[in-house]
């Protein structure tokens, strides 16, 4: 990474931490006195708006959406491939109100937790899988029928470029049960904002958002072949888009 985009890199990054101290800050005061859709626009697509703004103007990472035609009416779950916190900031700015599965550790966090709380997240606890599943079910469920987004990324974890990661099927059997879709949702976030390190690499980012995948079936073989199209789909798409990516960082 050359000298001027580590300057640029740094300078996200002040901004970033800057503006989400501030924020959090402004909703903590602000926000529990909103309605959860008011909540959600004021606390969450405000401030990752800004964020992914930040990362376009100041480390040059843009983005491009395609298959918008795709996006049921009704929020259903969305399963999408994790490799960076890029994915994070864009789905949950685009999709609104979103109901995101984390790690419950995440609420501790000062002022960055605490905003984050009053947003309906669904905090598992990732040492107690059983448990997690069972809450998963229930509060996602919950959420649904709110009418609420619910984002899951089914690797668990931020996988780094090139390496497929096994997915679990709780967001399946979450959609198969409430009678919803799941939404593949693939990208090349990783490419330009990596899971290791700090280095930002300037460049388009694809976003593809796939077919709605219905269960075909009921029961546990429906749920298991829901997850495998699902999880097929975005291995090839986003194998796709890393040959691609890795040619326009080198060239940067």
């Known amino acids: 990474m050359s000298f001027v985009q580590s300057l640029r890199t740094a300078v996200f990054y002040l901004l970033l931490a800057s503006s989400a101290f501030v924020w959090c800050l402004v909703s903590m ?35 491009e959406v395609s298959g918008q035609e795709n996006i049921p009416t009704q929020p259903c779950v ?11 900031f864009f789905l ?3 999709f609104e109100p979103l109901s995101q599965v984390l790690k419950r550790e995440l609420l501790f966090v000062p002022f960055f937790g605490w905003a984050i709380a ?41 996988v780094p470029v090139g390496q497929p990661g096994k997915f ?3 967001g399946a059997a979450l959609a198969a049960n409430a009678g919803l879709p799941v939404l593949p949702i693939a990208h090349n976030a990783g490419s330009f904002w990596p ?13 593809v958002i796939g077919p709605a995948l219905h269960a075909e ?18 291995n090839q798409q986003v194998a796709q888009l890393e040959g691609v990516s890795s040619e326009a960082v080198a060239s940067a």
């Open 118 to 158: 009053l947003l309906k997240p669904i905090a598992i606890d990732r040492d107690n899988p059983k448990a997690a599943l069972r809450q998963l079910a229930k509060q996602g469920d919950e959420r649904l029928k709110q009418g609420v987004w619910v984002l899951i990324f089914p690797e668990g974890t931020r």
């Open 92 to 94: 949950s700015a685009y």
């Open 78 to 88: 969305i399963l999408a491939k994790h490799q960076s916190t890029w994915e994070t």
């Open 168 to 170: 679990s099927r709780g």
């Open 29 to 63: 005061v602000c926000a529990p006195f909103m309605p959860f859709r008011a909540r959600y626009r004021f606390v969450v697509q405000t401030w990752c708006r800004s964020a992914i703004w930040l990362a376009r103007v100041v480390a040059g990472i843009r983005y």
């Open 217 to 234: 079936g009921e029961g546990p073989r429906a749920i298991a072949a829901l997850n495998q199209r699902a999880e097929d789909w975005i």
């Open 195 to 207: 899971k290791a390190g700090w280095a930002k690499h300037p460049g388009t980012i694809q976003v």
